[in-house]
């Protein structure tokens, strides 16, 4: 069918035909149908929609559109997890190495981060030398030498998604939810991993804020990662606050290393380990909580993170005193009365924390990593007039954007605080019961 023919069917409501999402995959890929037909497809979508058929369709054709590694069938068991984002998400970098020292090898295709959130990738430039880009011959290698291979892709997974995801930036639709799950699997599929566990954030700061929202897209992601070969599952998390005590690429590093030290925030331990449990169900791995966390108290999660760095570049030596820049001008945050955090605007911090010089506010944007929120309270506490709600790291003194980031906390009438763990959905999309919290 012609670019027009399915360009007139989607915009009258019409039902496309089957292979015809396809075809549009292989037209972005290889270039036959011009920018001005895609952007008018994307946009007949996110006003459209696609039934779960026709979105699985477009995922598949994305997927087949570039490499496929299948490397599950060389390296059996082997472990994904995505996020989709949020103000001082670090589990992955912490989620690897415990895997790793579980038994589990594990892949993760990283990206960098725009807007409010922060990317993988762009964290692991704050360890010196670490080199992130990934074949499939280096991946393999990574996995042998220290089970877990994490990194940008090389330009031949899914080269559909790369250039309608581009569009969908310049066209406003990018909150297409069959957009969002095509684009996402798209490249997760291509490694051919095992299983995958995703983190779909809910709450201020997530890129799809109301649960209703995020419960359809964690259904969608499980459902059809299920139903093309990789075992899923989905735990929707709040992100109404940032998560641990430090949001900012540098100083998130330095977090993940103190957990795995045996001194870092609870929150980021304890959803790193919901996580990993996620996984260890559908690989049936015998795993237990307890387990795992002897996996860090005896500093073999640790020992694999720095096997994990070395063989992607760093220097063992940086280990021993790592050093991560911190911006050096602190603005000290503090409550202007007793009463409890009642509201945090972790979105509203997350763009603060970008305008700065934190955060990639542009495709191709200069991140300063020293930039950065140390956040020291949570909320539902009860705090006292003045007391530190959280530190500011800028490059130089801003009193305007100081007091634009004291703005973000509310202090009111007391509130419960957030579960981190709001709800657990699996491949068959069901939704399951708020899962308890990790023990302390």
């Known amino acids: 069918m ?169 066209t406003a639709t990018v909150d297409s939810l069959p957009l969002i799950v095509a684009s996402i699997l798209s490249k997760k599929l291509a490694t051919g991993a095992a299983a995958i566990v995703f983190d779909v954030k809910v709450g201020d700061a997530a890129f799809l804020p109301r649960v209703e929202q995020a419960r359809e897209l964690a259904r969608l992601l499980a459902g059809i990662s299920s139903e093309l070969g990789m075992q899923a599952e989905a735990l929707l998390t709040d992100m109404n606050q940032p998560l641990g005590d430090w949001a900012g690429h540098a100083c998130e590093v330095r977090e993940v290393l103190d957990c795995l030290e045996g001194r870092g925030p609870a929150e980021t331990v304890d959803l790193t380990l919901a996580l990993a449990l996620a996984l260890g169900r559908q690989i049936r791995a015998d795993w237990s909580e307890a387990s795992l966390r002897g996996l860090i108290a005896s500093g073999a999660a640790r020992e694999r993170f720095v096997r994990w760095a070395v063989a992607q570049g760093a220097a063992e030596s940086w280990f021993e005193h790592a050093r991560l820049p911190l911006a050096p001008e602190e603005v000290v945050i503090r409550a202007p009365r007793s009463g409890c955090v009642a509201t945090v605007r972790t979105r509203q911090l997350g763009l603060l924390l970008a305008e700065a010089g934190g955060a990639r506010r542009s495709i191709g944007a200069e991140i300063d990593l020293g930039i950065a929120l140390h956040y020291r309270t949570r909320l539902g506490r009860q705090v006292e007039a003045g007391e530190e709600l959280a530190r500011v790291y800028l490059r130089q003194p801003d009193p305007v954007l100081a007091e634009r980031f004291a703005r973000c906390f509310e202090i009111g009438e007391t509130v419960p605080a957030p579960r981190l763990i709001v709800e657990r959905v699996d491949s068959a999309g069901s939704a399951g019961e708020p899962l308890p919290p990790p023990s302390q």
């Open 2 to 170: 012609s670019a027009y023919d399915v360009l007139s069917r989607l915009r009258a409501g019409e039902s496309l035909r089957s292979g015809d999402l396809g075809e549009v995959a292989r037209a972005a890929a290889d270039g036959s149908w011009s920018d001005a037909q895609l952007a008018a497809f994307l946009m007949g979508v996110a006003i459209r929609g696609l039934d779960l058929d026709r979105t699985r369709e477009l995922t598949a054709g994305m997927l087949d559109s570039g490499e496929r590694w299948r490397l599950a069938e060389e390296r059996p068991n082997l472990l994904d997890k995505h996020s989709t984002g949020g103000v001082g998400d670090k589990a992955s970098l912490l989620l690897a190495p415990l895997l790793a020292a579980a038994g589990a090898p594990v892949i993760m295709l990283t990206g960098r981060g725009l807007g409010h959130t922060g990317g993988t990738a762009d964290k692991l430039e704050a360890i010196p030398g670490f080199r992130q880009e990934l074949s499939r011959g280096r991946a393999l290698e990574l996995l042998d030498r220290c089970g877990i291979a994490l990194g940008i892709a090389t330009a031949g997974i899914a080269p559909a998604d790369r250039k309608l995801y581009a569009l969908r930036d310049r």
